[in-house]
């Protein structure tokens, strides 16, 4: 398939005002409802494929990711009036749109087809149009246009307040801009670099906020003891008592959602169509995995008590862990993170990125010429080696005020053909965001070994969506099942701890050379250094998020406040601990926030491929980079994610790879 390219008209959306999102947003509500009521008119006898499922598929395409602009506006831009219209414009648009998704003709309309003429057509539809129509009854089915019409008119006004608490739960935690004041001796332990990039207030004070930049390597090397916990009780309240009672009443409305659609819990509704199909075997591969790592994370646990002692701190409290776990990692493995830092400049990480990948996936990136929402934002090209034009994506790396803190891969286009059985294909184009420290007057921007990891991260997401090449959207890229989506960027990761890579991707920001051999040794040793208590808070959060979703938790911040001392030994405040009010995964992530560890497993098992096979480094084994380009990221998921992964590996999926990578077992 040939990939259409784009233009510079492509992206007028860039600069949509407040009143354009509002003239946009109803003439995309009135389209829906003329295209759906064009579906819904077909007699049963002259139902097709193409008239009523492709119909469905493609009815959009007028308006090309228009909600997905609204979440770049709402999450990005560095305008506030932005910022809260393309807010507000998606919070009314989701609302009306309840009315005309629920829509029982439409259930009806794919049923007739699927009873009448799809016997006839079936031996002449592609496999992935035979999924499309399985998944889209089976999607209709959980909507609930099976039960009687008063259950389906509650259904609906509960999708109705389901969409408003989302994003008023990501909303409050985006607007929470709460931050510390420390002087320059407060800030001891801290280097000169990092107190160079922190804002000043009026009285000469640094700033330190909740911004990731900020508070991880504040956590991490601050020397004072109290500032430290300042820091950890503000951050500890993110998202506010409000996004706790909004919390109550999602949990509440997804289980009365679940239990109308005759489901046991909202957990069991949530796997469905998931990998794990129920919460008991999400329940059940957490506990395999907690009887391996609730013994390396005592011992972990114990390692930093002990060593806090020799420090002075009589008893290790939940502001103390990361220091503690910073200061003893440099002990043990000679391991300064300021110093690594120096050695990982973004510009030469990128641009080495971007040639590896390159030659294993025989694709080249270039900049792409483009102005988007912000002069950080830049855009690339991806084409293929022989020049062929693949897709688009965007970067947008460092913080400001108003952007969304996390590290996300936002779609902007989902790619598809153009028309159906056409050889011409729509481009992609993703916007990949982060927030690493932003260059100062002295210095780059330096990365973090944890930064290098999210880099590579949410730039497997980005590759994963730009180098699909499923033939339909709802298919496309990372619209794979949730506890598969991870996968393809977790992978990535792994590349980093390679030696050889790890030397290819260092580069001093002063003297130009690469990071020593000893070094890059010492690091990778340390690579595992807490790894034991690192996955048991991943358990944790999962943990949280299924117990909160099966029923079992009444009180949720006590109940995160029980696991922390169960399982960490860790003394959480009463008062201050607002923690799941922050947790921006229960959005989105609700009971899926297992599929990072689930994805894991995964992606470390199909990394053993790149490094088994054929004796080649990781770097340049074009032989599986290809087989995993071709069996995964451009098949999205056109065929089902065991079945992509089986045919990658050769065999089931299993946790032999994940486990002796952590405890050599």
């Known amino acids: 398939m040939k990939t259409i390219p784009l233009t510079e008209k492509d992206f007028k959306w860039v600069k949509m005002t407040p009143a354009q999102m509002k003239k946009i947003a109803v003439e995309y509500i009135e389209h829906k409802k003329k295209a759906y009521a064009e579906i819904k008119s077909i007699k049963k006898d002259d139902r097709t494929y193409l008239n009523t499922l492709y119909a469905l598929e493609r009815c959009d395409d007028k308006f090309e990711s228009f909600f997905s602009k609204l979440a770049i506006f709402s999450d990005f831009s560095p305008s506030k009036e932005i910022r809260e219209a393309a807010n507000t414009v998606a919070i009314e648009s989701s609302q009306k749109l309840v009315d005309i998704e629920y829509d029982k003709g439409l259930f ?33 089915r959980r909507m609930g246009f099976a039960l009687p019409k008063a259950k389906q008119n509650r259904l609906k006004q509960l999708l109705k307040k ?30 000169e670099r990092f107190i160079e990039s922190l804002p000043q207030h009026t009285d000469g004070r640094y700033i330190v906020t909740l911004q990731y930049p900020h508070i ?5 090397d601050a020397k004072n003891r109290e500032k430290r916990k300042e820091l950890a009780l503000k951050n500890l309240q993110k998202g506010g008592k409000k996004n706790l009672k909004i919390l109550d009443e999602l949990v509440k409305f997804r289980h009365e959602i679940a239990t109308i659609l005759g489901y046991k819990h909202h957990a069991d509704f949530r796997t469905e169509n998931r990998m794990a199909k129920t919460g008991k075997t999400v ?23 002990e060593f806090g002692k020799s420090m002075g701190i009589k008893k290790m409290e939940f502001y103390d862990m990361a220091y503690l776990n910073t200061q003893l990692k440099k002990k043990l493995y000679d391991v300064d993170p300021e110093v690594i830092m120096s050695y990982f400049p973004l510009e030469h990480v990128r641009t080495e990125m971007f ?6 996936f025989s694709i080249s990136i270039k900049e792409y010429n483009i102005k988007l929402w912000h002069k950080d934002a830049k855009s690339y090209q991806v084409n293929d080696k022989n020049g062929d034009l693949i897709g688009y994506f965007s970067m947008d790396l460092f913080p400001r005020v108003g952007k969304n803190g ?78 598969f989506v991870e996968t393809p960027s977790q992978i990535m990761e792994n590349w980093i701890w390679d030696p050889k890579v790890m030397e290819r991707f260092s580069k001093h920001y002063i003297t130009g050379k690469k990071m020593p051999k000893d070094m890059i040794e010492r690091m990778v040793k340390g ?52 923690f799941p009010a922050g947790f921006g995964h229960l959005v989105g992530y609700d009971a899926g926030y297992y599929s990072y560890l689930w994805a894991l497993v995964y992606a470390i098992d199909a990394f ?58």
């Not at 591969?285 to 907690?290: A, D, N, P, V, Y």
């Not at 001392?565 to 405040?573: A, H, S, T, V």
């Open 355 to 360: 040639k590896m990948f390159g030659e294993l």
């Open 527 to 578: 690579r595992s250094f807490q790894e034991g208590s690192a996955n048991m808070r991943q358990i944790m959060h999962g943990k949280l998020d299924m117990d909160l979703h099966t029923g079992k938790i009444k009180n949720v911040t006590e109940a995160w406040r029980k696991m922390n001392k169960m399982y960490l030994n860790i003394d959480l405040p009463e008062k201050e601990t607002l």
């Open 406 to 483: 996390h590290a996300a891969m936002h779609d902007v286009v989902i790619p598809h053909e153009k028309e159906y059985g056409s050889e011409e294909y729509i481009a992609p184009y993703s916007s990949m965001v982060c927030n690493f420290p932003a260059p100062s007057k002295k210095s780059p921007s330096l990365l973090s070994i944890r930064d290098v990891e999210t880099l590579f991260h949410e730039f497997g997401h980005c590759l994963h969506m730009t180098l699909s090449r499923a033939r339909l959207e709802s298919q496309a890229g990372a619209n794979v099942a949730w506890d």
């Open 216 to 220: 991880i390597p504040f956590m991490a």
């Open 162 to 191: 389901l969409s408003k608490l989302s994003l008023d739960f990501r909303k409050n935690i985006t607007d929470h801009q709460d931050y510390i004041l420390g002087t320059k001796e407060e800030l001891a332990g801290l280097s």
């Open 108 to 140: 009806d309309a794919v049923a007739d087809y699927y009873e009448g003429n799809f016997k006839k057509e079936k031996k002449s539809l592609r496999k992935e149009d035979i999924k499309l129509l399985e998944e889209t009854l089976r999607e209709y």
């Open 608 to 665: 053993e491929s790149f490094k088994t096979k054929g004796n080649k480094s990781v770097m340049t084994n074009k032989e599986i980079g290809m087989k995993w380009r071709k069996e995964v990221l451009e098949k999205g998921s056109s065929e089902d994610e065991i079945k992509l992964i089986t045919n990658f590996l050769g065999r089931k999926p299993n946790q032999k790879a994940f486990l002796k990578e952590l405890i050599g077992k």
């Open 283 to 305: 329940e059940d591969f957490q506990k395999s995995l907690e009887k391996d790592i609730v013994p390396l994370a005592k011992k972990d646990i114990q390692q930093l008590t």
